[in-house]
């Protein structure tokens, strides 16, 4: 259900507190550009859909809600920080940029089922 509201544009926002940069992350579908407010959302879904590995973490904000984290191997040699959050009826952005995770922030737990 995740990818299918990252896929809708009226279920699925950027919510604050968020890190969400797109437009500093090249695109791997698309070398020498960025991503853009659209491009950056099927990139989620498409990665969600393919089975790119997902963890659960508990949300600071709100305080004990459940978030949930993907990291990529960007082409780059980077690794892709992506953090979403689900809302009553969508999705919410909460962080999309070159990792910058430090260690004492891992993710508490491993999400087992189906996110498409």
Request: glycine share 8%; hydrophobic share 35%.
């Amino acid at each position: 259900m995740l990818a299918v509201y990252c896929r809708g544009p009226k279920t699925r926002i950027v919510s604050p507190p968020c890190d969400w940069r797109p437009y500093t992350v090249e695109n791997p579908n698309c070398p020498g550009y960025y991503f853009d407010d659209t491009s950056v959302w099927h990139f989620v879904a498409d990665l969600l859909g393919a089975g790119q590995p997902i963890e659960a973490i508990v949300l600071d904000v709100p305080k004990g809600a459940t978030g949930f984290v993907m990291k990529f191997d960007h082409p780059s040699g980077r690794e892709l920080y992506i953090k979403l959050a689900f809302l009553r009826r969508g999705v919410a952005g909460r962080s999309f940029h070159y990792s910058e995770i430090t260690p004492d922030k891992k993710p508490t737990a491993t999400f087992k089922g189906t996110m498409t």
